[in-house]
C-alpha cells in the first residue's frame, strides 16, 4: 500500500484548512486509512481515521469536534477537514494505511498505528 498526502501549509488561528490522501496498492475494498501527526519535539499522535468497510471513524481527543475525517472509496481518496485550528495543531501530518489484517475493519487509531503503512508527511503550521 502506497500513500501521498497533499494540503498542508500555513493558516492563523481559528482558520479551516483540509488535507487529502491519496492511496494505492489495495488488494480488496476493505482497508482502514488515516491521520496522524507529529509536533515538532513530540511523539506520534493519532489524529483520525475511518473504515471503508462501515464508513465507522474514530477521533483523537484532542481533535473531536474540530476535524472531520470523510473518504471517496471510488477514488481512494480520504480527507481531514480542519477546522478552529490552534496553534497546538501545528505538526507533520501523516497519512497511513492498512490492509494487513484481511476482510473487515473497523475504525481504530491503534490498529492503524501498528500495522498501517506511512506516508511522506504534509506539514501543518499554525500562526497565533
Known amino acids: 500500500v502506497h500513500v501521498v498526502e497533499s494540503g498542508g501549509g500555513l493558516v492563523q488561528a481559528g482558520g479551516s484548512l483540509r488535507l487529502s490522501c491519496t492511496a494505492s496498492g489495495f488488494t480488496t475494498d476493505d482497508y482502514l486509512i488515516g491521520w496522524f501527526r507529529q509536533a515538532p519535539g513530540k511523539g506520534r499522535e493519532g489524529v483520525a481515521c475511518i473504515s471503508s468497510s462501515d464508513g465507522g471513524t474514530e477521533y483523537g481527543d484532542s481533535v473531536k469536534g474540530r476535524f472531520t475525517i470523510s473518504r471517496d472509496n471510488a477514488k481512494n481518496t480520504v480527507y481531514l477537514q480542519m477546522n478552529s485550528l490552534k496553534p497546538e495543531d501545528t505538526a507533520v501530518y501523516y497519512c497511513?494505511?492498512?490492509?494487513?489484517?484481511?476482510?473487515?475493519?473497523?475504525?481504530?487509531?491503534?490498529?492503524?498505528?501498528?500495522?498501517?503503512?506511512w506516508g511522506q508527511g504534509t506539514k501543518v503550521t499554525v500562526s497565533s
Open positions: 497511513v494505511a492498512d490492509q494487513t489484517g484481511g476482510g473487515y475493519y473497523y475504525a481504530s487509531l491503534k490498529t492503524l498505528g501498528d500495522f498501517g503503512s
